[in-house]
């Protein structure tokens, strides 16, 4: 799956740049659905909240989404 292999890529390569805070956002993110995360993390959709937007833009830019 193509979340599967962005999530691997962002934990290899972008996680270790994450503020604690930032971590605690991206965990929060990781309990949503499958397809809602994918939403999300490939911009189909986007969140009202600036900080998992802020940890979106990181996987994405790391992802390459």
Do not use: K
């Not at 996680?15 to 397809?35: H, I, Q, V, Y």
């Not at 490939?42 to 989404?65: F, I, N």
């Amino acid at each position: 799956m193509e979340l599967d292999l962005v999530l691997t890529r962002f934990l290899d390569a972008g996680f270790d740049r994450l503020t604690p805070s930032e971590r605690e956002t991206f965990s929060g993110l990781l309990g949503r659905a499958d397809t809602d995360l994918w939403d999300l993390v490939s911009g189909r959709s986007h969140s009202a909240d600036r900080q998992e937007e802020a940890v979106l833009d990181a996987l994405r830019r790391v992802g390459t989404v």
